[in-house]
């Protein structure tokens, strides 16, 4: 079974003025596509060809760049688009709210060690907040690596994650990526940050 694109679960312009709709048709419809297609090219008459996009990317460093990169690309999209949401934003609730008080001392506190995350990753990646052994872990993983990977250098289970690469950015922020990165704040859907948290426990 080949792989496809889902699709984003809101219009390409709901995100405005935070990330704009250019950016969001180009991010959705060219990158993510090319993971996708890539993704199936390099599996297509190999044994990897039926596995699940969670195998792949659990197993990356057991396979070939193409599918490490491709699959990689693929799922962390997949999980970007719904940690955003046009009714994004604000506080999270509940027992995340609580984990993020008790792991960094506040939200802004956390929001600070994730934003320098994002910013301190050299060329092209991502910045997350994951759960490992029960407790919340603020990390980076270059190109489309993610903690799930085995080769991931800090292993967790996202809550949430943003694409800090150029092309996120770019047409809006240029080379202000840290701009970039305190607008997302503006659009985390933290219910599904939550749901996420949740289901890591
Ligand atoms: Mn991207």
């Keep these: 079974m080949a792989f496809t694109l889902p699709p984003l679960p809101y219009d390409y312009d709901a995100l405005e003025p935070h990330i704009d709709k250019l950016t969001m048709e180009i991010h959705h419809d060219k990158h993510h596509q090319a993971y996708v297609d890539n993704l199936n090219k390099a599996i297509a008459g190999t044994e990897n060809e039926n596995k699940s996009l969670e195998e792949l990317v659990k197993n990356a460093g057991t396979y070939s760049a193409a ?9 962390n999209h997949t999980f970007f688009w719904q940690i955003m ?7 999270p609730e509940g027992k995340l ?3 993020i008080d008790e792991t960094f001392g506040s939200l802004d506190a956390m929001k ?3 934003n320098a995350a994002g910013a301190g990753r050299f060329g092209s990646g991502w910045a997350w907040l994951g759960v490992a052994d029960g407790k919340l872990t ?3 993983t270059p190109n489309q690596d993610n903690p799930l990977m085995d080769v991931a250098e800090c292993k ?6 943003c694409d800090v690469w150029e092309h996120a950015y770019y047409l809006k922020y240029q080379n202000k990526r840290g701009d970039y990165l305190k607008q997302f704040w503006d659009v985390v859907n933290w219910k599904k940050a ?4 949740e289901n890591a426990q």
């Design 97 to 99: 709210a609580q984990a």
């Design 194 to 197: 939550s749901e996420n948290f």
């Design 156 to 161: 967790c289970t996202p809550v949430l994650g």
């Design 85 to 91: 949401s046009p009714d994004g934003g604000g506080k």
């Design 112 to 114: 600070e060690k994730f």
């Design 67 to 75: 599918v490490r990169n491709n699959a990689g690309g693929n799922w």
């Design 138 to 140: 603020i990390c980076s």
